[in-house]
């Protein structure tokens, strides 16, 4: 998941469709959560089948669902993933607390305790 996310372009497609507020072309009305492959093409300037690559990316890992209304396709944020990543990152960035190793990892026979880091 984090790979998706390390491609600026996949990056930027994900900003956008999470704060976008600008005029659209599609059927996502003012307000509404998502934009269509139209629009973000001519706000990042991609070609449509590399913009289709990147969120055919974000969508198989999760990150992007897509709501087809007639022949439009309406991409948004997928925001449960997004919070257990969120929730999985903050986790990460906590400070390090004492860990217990099991004994065949730490090559003795009782349970030690050690610094991870």
């Known amino acids: 998941m984090l790979r998706a996310l390390a491609d600026p372009t996949r990056l930027r497609v994900v900003e956008l469709l999470a704060g976008w507020v600008g ?7 003012a307000g509404e959560l998502g934009l269509c492959a ?9 070609p449509h089948a590399l913009l289709s690559h990147h969120l055919r990316t974000l ?3 999760g990150l992007v669902e897509v709501e087809r209304r007639g022949r439009w396709a309406v991409h948004r944020l997928c925001q449960d993933q997004f919070a257990q990543v969120g929730g999985a990152l903050l986790q990460l960035s906590a400070p390090q607390r004492p860990r217990i190793v099991p004994a065949e ?13």
Request: glycine content about 12%; overall charge positive.
């Open 23 to 29: 005029p659209r072309s599609g059927p996502v009305r």
């Open 38 to 46: 139209r629009d973000l093409e001519m706000v990042i300037g991609l």
């Open 59 to 61: 969508r198989n890992v």
């Open 105 to 117: 990892s730490a090559r003795g026979s009782t349970l030690t305790a050690s610094l991870s880091g």
